[in-house]
């Protein structure tokens, strides 16, 4: 190969005969974010793995070894594919890849920022749920991309919906997730979807019933000093109207089915006042 194909080859002595018998898939698994396939079972037509690359963290040639892997198992072109919305990062990875095996180099495909839209109508956005979710992740930090997005879930009657908040949250930059936050907080159409979304909305209504019934306790304690004939100052109504802490207010009224005076209700260590 060296001296009559000029083929360079590394310059060491050392040169061993290898079993003739090997296998084509290395023991460790290989994880993408996504593939899909094209064609029957049997007899794929082609393959496609997805990436989600936020950042420049991935080897290239972690990429071509996923073709490669994925080229051996089905027996059919596979493309890659990378989803970046991030300028640099998609320029990054639009570069051919050196496998490091002479003759095979990939060109992955890459969707960057440029060539997703800025989706703003909330109606295009029900029309393109998929590309929304893109244009969020690319373009959030334009308010009305998100606002645009938020609109057409409430609207949304698509099997996949509880999954679109989901999908776009996961693919956007920290300050776009923060926005999102803050538009679904705000929100009274946004549909209850996403994790985040439930937490809030069930902290929000247990939030809400620790309140009701710290109002109701208020209500019931100045009852029972009213009905035992004591005349409450001010301060003393204020302190007991502002307080939001259901274990205090019930003993107080505890305290106001037999306290002598009004001291004795807040009188919380037998004659030291609090």
Known sequence: MRDLLGVELPATPLVRVEKSSFNTRRSDDIKSDLILVLGPPQTA?????????????????????????????????????????????????????????????LQAQVLGPDDIPVITDPQEAVARPAL???????????????????????ELRDEHATKYYEYAYSMSAPDVRRLMEEIIMTSTTWPVYSPFAR?????????????????????????????????????????????????????WATRAVTAQSLEDLFDETGGQQQ
């Open 45 to 105: 037509a082609h393959a496609i793995i997805l990436e989600v690359q936020q950042d420049k963290s991935k080897d290239p040639k972690q990429l071509a070894r996923y073709a490669a892997a994925l080229w051996l198992m089905l027996s059919c072109d596979v493309t890659v594919l990378l989803v970046c919305p991030d300028r640099g990062v998609a320029d990054h990875y639009a570069q051919p890849i050196d496998s490091g095996l002479s003759g095979y180099r």
């Open 132 to 154: 929304s979710i893109m244009a969020v992740m690319a373009h959030g930090r334009d308010r009305k991309v998100v606002e645009a997005f938020a609109m057409a879930l409430a």
């Open 199 to 251: 937490e809030h909305y069930g902290r929000g209504q247990a939030e809400g019933k620790a309140e009701g019934k710290a109002e109701e306790a208020v209500r019931m304690l100045l009852l029972v000093l009213g009905a035992r004939g004591f005349d409450i100052p001010d301060d003393m109504r204020t302190r007991i109207s502002t307080c939001a802490d259901l274990a205090q207010l019930e003993s």
